[in-house]
């Protein structure tokens, strides 16, 4: 059974920082690219950062030099970091394994 967990989602203020983390399991986690998106109601889902599996990094524009990925293939976990928070980050964040799974979700506020 498949799973991705997100946890770490909540309240933060502009300029201030958060961490949120996604739990796989089901699935060979260490051979996926793994992937945050994010969602505010009405808009379409964008990408916000990757790591493939052997650690290779990517972000959009809008949070570079801001967020940063990472992973535990000894865990299962992908992670977060999320500095300097705009209001603009404020939105519903996925994990995704290369599109094939995805997680529930964890809200993200900024204000």
């Known amino acids: 059974h498949v799973q991705l967990v997100e946890s770490g989602g909540g309240l933060a203020q502009p300029g201030g920082t958060l961490s949120i983390s996604c739990a796989g399991s089901g699935f060979a986690f260490g051979t996926y690219a793994m992937a945050w998106f994010r969602q505010v109601p009405g808009q379409e889902r964008e990408g916000v950062a990757s790591?493939?599996?052997?650690?290779?990094?990517d972000y959009a524009d809008s949070v570079k030099g801001r967020f940063a990925i990472s992973r535990d293939n000894a865990k299962n976990t992908v992670s977060l970091q999320m500095n300097s928070l705009e209001s603009e980050d404020a939105a519903r964040y996925f994990c995704?394994?290369?599109?094939?799974?995805w997680g529930q979700g964890t809200q993200v506020t900024v204000s």
């Open positions: 790591i493939d599996k052997n650690g290779k990094t």
């Open positions: 995704t394994a290369s599109s094939d799974y």
